[in-house]
């Protein structure tokens, strides 16, 4: 019988690739096989499908971990589905909500004889993927295999979403990870909470740290999302911008602001030059100007010097604000620094032993 670990979160963006790679990395490292695969895509270059069938399906998700730890492309798993709107419309007309024959494949997972862990990462929420008979506990139910819940942590409320998880999984319920913790909060949480998790029979296997780094977008990911024309620097589009920054105070103030800040994106109006040149002589990633007007050319050229990308989008301040709020912890673990970070904090604060004890994988390390 094949061991399988099915790895889900309770909300999108929790987590769950930056678990699968530092599991796998993990078993890798010792010598062990490993395959992965995402039953319902949810992250696909629509440009690359194989085909209307879905056959060959590789989430792109499953793709970057893949080439990151060097997993051969025959232990991929293939998709079975993908998550969009015309599939999930066209199912709903045809009152079709079953995951059908292409999910033979993945049930034959549990009976063949591959000597290593199939590490399935389901889709965003318990419920995502019910039209397509692939949700969370469906896949549990259907494959038969322990479950193990990535939870963003704010507070104590954040709770409820695991007594939610053990609720519908039942048995399937393997335990948690604890993820984006406010680091000067692990100590209490280890101590007071965890143990009384335990006694409502929720384990917590590890309690990762809220990190800036996981939760950068590149200026790329900006330059899509805003819109945006580029002045300058269009080759540096894969630096990282890890805070935001709004330039409409006076000059002196933003330099102090801008002193304590790392990595960021200013987002300033276009006839604002004075914070423009304060910003790049900070940690500043790209500039963003909005409003009426363009650069100067000493600025373009300051920031060609320092290699800043400077952007102009049509969208006012607070539009451009809300769009780059909401690109933070939303985006994907497609950047390399990024995988290598995420693989070292699973490593430091995650107890892989005991999760695979709990499918009786047999890897002491």
């Keep these: 019988m094949s061991h399988i670990l099915l790895i889900g979160s309770c909300e999108p963006f929790s987590g769950k690739s930056a678990l699968v790679l530092g599991i796998a990395k993990k078993i890798i490292d010792h010598n062990k096989k490993v395959r992965i695969g995402k039953p319902l895509a949810t992250c696909i270059e629509l440009t690359n499908l194989p085909s209307m069938a879905y056959e060959g399906l590789i989430d792109d998700d499953v793709k970057f971990i893949s080439s990151t730890l060097g997993i051969d492309e025959k232990n991929l798993i293939s998709s079975v589905g993908l998550l969009d709107n015309i599939s999930s419309a066209k ?137 945006a024309k580029v002045i300058c620097c269009p080759d540096k589009q894969q630096l990282l911008v890890e805070t935001l920054s709004i330039g409409a105070m006076g000059v002196n103030s933003a330099m102090e602001f801008f002193r304590r800040r790392r990595n960021m994106a200013v987002v300033t109006g276009a006839d604002r030059t004075d914070i423009q040149l304060a910003a790049l002589e900070a940690s500043t990633q790209c500039l963003i100007l909005t409003g009426i007007g363009e650069p100067l050319p000493q600025l373009i050229h300051r920031a060609e010097e320092l290699e800043v990308p400077i952007l102009k989008v049509d969208i006012d301040t607070l539009a451009s604000v809300e769009v780059i709020e909401q690109a933070f912890g939303h985006v994907r673990l497609h950047e390399s620094i990024k995988a290598s970070y995420a693989i070292q904090l699973v490593h430091e604060n995650v107890n892989i032993n005991g999760i695979l004890s709990k499918i009786d994988f047999d890897c002491n390390f």
């Design 91 to 227: 199912r709903i007309i045809n009152k079709d909500i079953t995951p059908g024959k292409a999910f033979e494949q993945i049930k034959e997972l549990k009976k063949d004889n591959f000597d290593g862990l199939n590490i399935l990462e389901a889709a965003g929420s318990l419920h995502e993927g019910l039209v397509y008979g692939l949700s969370l506990p469906q896949l549990a139910k259907t494959l038969d295999s322990k479950v193990l819940v990535v939870n963003l942590w704010e507070n104590s409320t954040s709770v409820d979403a695991l007594l939610n998880a053990k609720k519908q999984l039942g048995d399937h319920f393997a335990g948690a990870i604890l993820n984006s913790v406010v680091p000067s909060d692990i100590e209490d949480i280890k101590t007071t909470i965890i143990p009384a998790l335990k006694e409502l029979g929720i384990e917590i296997f590890g309690v990762m740290p809220k990190s800036p780094l996981l939760r950068s977008v590149t200026v790329g990911e900006l330059i899509r999302r805003l819109d």
